[in-house]
């Protein structure tokens, strides 16, 4: 069973360009997240994500940032116009469907964002 | 709101020493509990974790035990290793609901031959 993947793992962008980040979970699993590591801090969450709804956004800023999750394909974290604070590490998560007492979360890679 | 604050870095070992760091907790509920680990350049991995009340997690030599009392999950390892460099990550998540994961600031361990 293949682990959480992530593309592109380094991402370098230009100000004011639009970044795409990719997160494709675990086989059997519908729920995504999103977290933003800035340099030298821990994980932020930004977005929690089930087929084709947002759950929670309450951590994605409030301009620039959007994210998707279609019922086809990969979840989509979208950036647009990047400006240099938005350079961090970018994780996805994955669980499966809430029904257990305990709640795991499987990490992919991360995508290195770097604006310049 | 939900928060973890774990001890700050950077912890510097020699080889072979005990390992301590200390990890406490604010949760409205019965949150379970985590310990996460961050090899260089790579994304988290779930090291242990324990789900209620003096519930002991281990793993590769670490434990760590829910007190519910002092709000504490202090991660413990009797001889650490140079491979054990990393980033440690205390992290919760409140039972029921959905799944969002409160961190730490994480801190950096550093074992020296």
């Known amino acids: 069973n293949a682990g959480v993947m992530q593309n592109p793992r380094h991402l370098v962008r230009r100000r004011g360009q639009e970044a795409r980040l990719r997160c494709s979970p675990m086989?059997?699993?519908?729920?995504v997240y999103w977290y933003r590591q800035l340099p030298e801090e821990g994980l932020k969450f930004m977005v929690y994500?089930?087929?084709?709804?947002?759950?929670?956004e309450s951590g994605m800023p409030k301009e620039r940032f959007s994210a998707e999750f279609p019922k086809e394909g990969p979840s989509i974290l979208r950036i647009q116009q990047v400006v240099r604070g938005d350079s961090a590490a970018y994780f996805c998560?994955?669980?499966?469907?809430?029904?257990?007492?305990?709640?795991?979360?499987?990490f992919g890679p991360g995508t290195r964002l770097t604006v310049l | 709101g939900d928060s973890v604050t774990q001890m700050e870095g950077p912890v510097t070992l020699s080889e072979e020493a005990f390992l301590t760091i200390n990890c406490t907790y604010t949760?409205?509920?019965?949150?379970?509990l985590f310990w996460y680990v961050q090899y260089p350049g790579e994304g988290l991995q779930l090291l242990l974790k324990?789900?209620?009340?003096?519930d002991k997690g281990s793993n590769k030599g670490f434990e760590a035990t829910y007190r519910k009392e002092t709000t504490s999950f202090h991660l413990e390892k009797g001889s650490v290793q140079v491979s054990d460099s990393a980033v440690y990550f205390c992290?919760?998540?409140?039972?029921?609901?959905?799944?969002?994961?409160?961190f730490g600031i994480g801190t950096k361990l550093q074992v020296i031959p």
């Open positions: 998560a994955s669980s499966p469907r809430a029904a257990s007492s305990y709640n795991e979360q499987f």
């Open positions: 086989k059997g699993h519908s729920h």
């Open positions: 994500l089930q087929k084709e709804n947002i759950i929670d």
């Open positions: 949760a409205t509920g019965y949150p379970s």
């Open positions: 324990a789900t209620k009340a003096d």
């Open positions: 992290a919760l998540s409140e039972s029921g609901g959905y799944q969002k994961v409160t």
